[in-house]
């Protein structure tokens, strides 16, 4: 306990906090994961936004990161980061109300139609299904996946439920290199529940979740990857994002 508080002490960590000096130095070392968070999300962004934009949104959520980072929680700064910058950058998404009311309702019954031929077939449905579902092309419903896709990146840095409080749709994809806190039993079980769901995706679909999210890949970096074009790598980005919303709401539930 004693060389515990010493080392915090020594490194300028002070209560559940860090020092100003500390938060200057976490935020000077860590500039490059504003570049890196901006090319990651770039490709899910509205075209509106600017790239400078989005700089300056994740540099307020890194900034915001080192004045909330508690080191004695176990988390890395750099993985905390992460998460705050994206949040940032889709705060800002949702302050300029880029998402249209109409937009908003396909997303809408994108989902009921996912809940109700899940709870016919007793799985949850392949893309075909879901276009003829929904009386659709295979092209239209893609299109529509392609169109609704932002909110899907958007909806994971939004709390699950309809709360408004708790975990968001991002913490439950875990990180498993990054150093957890073993001190939440509902976390780990929110985890488990993920790790479930995202074994019923479509071998694609959790090839494009796995090496987005786990592997630090951009998307045109996935795409040479399963030789496909971009554009289906973020079709396939949306339909395995909403699906997870819908199952992940419906275990809440």
């Known amino acids: 306990m004693i060389e515990e508080q010493e080392q915090r002490h020594h490194y300028g960590f002070e209560g559940n906090g860090v020092s100003r000096e500390?938060?200057?130095?976490?935020?000077?070392?860590?500039?490059?994961?504003?570049?890196?968070?901006?090319?990651?999300v770039a490709p899910n962004v509205p075209a509106f936004l600017s790239r400078d934009d989005l700089k300056g949104a994740a540099m307020t959520g890194l900034m915001e990161a080192a004045n909330r980072f508690d080191p004695s929680r176990g988390f890395q700064?750099?993985?905390f980061a992460e998460h705050r910058m994206r949040g940032a950058i889709f705060d800002e998404m949702r302050k300029m109300d880029w998402f249209s009311r109409s937009m908003r309702e396909k997303q809408s019954r994108l989902h009921r139609v996912m809940h109700e031929e899940e709870e016919r077939l007793g799985r949850m449905p392949d893309e075909l299904e879901l276009a003829r579902a929904m009386d659709l092309t295979l092209e239209s419903y893609r299109q529509l996946l392609s169109e609704v896709g932002h909110l899907g990146c958007v909806s994971l840095n939004q709390t699950l439920g309809d709360s408004g409080?708790?975990?968001?749709?991002?913490?439950?994809?875990?990180?498993?290199?990054?150093?957890?806190?073993?001190?939440?039993l509902e976390n780990s079980e929110m985890t488990a529940v993920m790790a479930e769901q995202?074994?019923?995706?479509?071998?694609?679909?959790?090839?494009?979740?796995?090496?987005?999210?786990?592997?630090?890949?951009?998307?045109?970096?996935?795409?040479?990857?399963?030789?496909?074009?971009?554009?289906?790598?973020?079709?396939?980005h949306s339909q395995a994002l909403h699906k997870l919303k819908v199952k992940m709401d419906k275990a809440l539930e």
């Open 165 to 184: 409080e708790g975990d968001t749709f991002q913490d439950t994809l875990e990180d498993h290199r990054a150093t957890k806190p073993q001190d939440s």
């Open 77 to 79: 700064f750099k993985t």
């Open 22 to 40: 500390q938060q200057t130095e976490l935020i000077r070392m860590h500039l490059p994961l504003v570049e890196f968070v901006v090319d990651k």
């Open 198 to 236: 995202l074994e019923k995706l479509s071998e694609k679909e959790r090839l494009v979740v796995s090496l987005y999210y786990y592997e630090d890949l951009s998307q045109k970096e996935i795409a040479e990857v399963l030789e496909l074009t971009e554009g289906r790598i973020s079709q396939l």
